[in-house]
């Protein structure tokens, strides 16, 4: 399962809100790329495919493609914020190797 912490929904909730764009979904997958062979992908989407897997938490609908899903099966998305700056934070189980930036791993 693919899960967002409380501070991730909250700051989600927050950038579909400057969106104003009905029936945003947010997109979760993986592409090729990075320094670790595979990077994160996260944007804003308004079309889901019969190929998508969806997920509900707290009212945020999150659609993932089944590859993705894959490779994402028991990550934790956060929202951090700190003095190095603030962002996404992905925790992957799955990841044998991850950059130091976390924005790329491996399986």
């Known amino acids: 399962m693919i899960t967002l912490t409380d501070t991730a929904i909250s700051e989600v ?17 993986v592409q090729g790329g990075g320094c670790s062979g595979m990077s994160y992908v996260m944007n804003f ?11 509900e938490q707290d009212g945020v ?15 934790e998305v956060d929202y951090v914020s700190n003095l190095m700056g603030s962002g996404f934070k992905f925790s992957n189980p799955n990841a044998t190797k991850s950059c130091g930036c976390g924005s790329s791993f491996s399986v």
Do not use: A
């Open 45 to 55: 989407d308004t079309e889901v495919s019969d190929e998508d897997d969806i997920i």
């Open 13 to 29: 909730r927050k950038l579909m809100d400057q969106q104003k764009v009905d029936g945003l979904v947010l997109r979760l997958g």
């Open 61 to 75: 609908r999150v659609v993932v493609d089944k590859r993705s899903h894959t490779l994402l099966e028991g990550v």
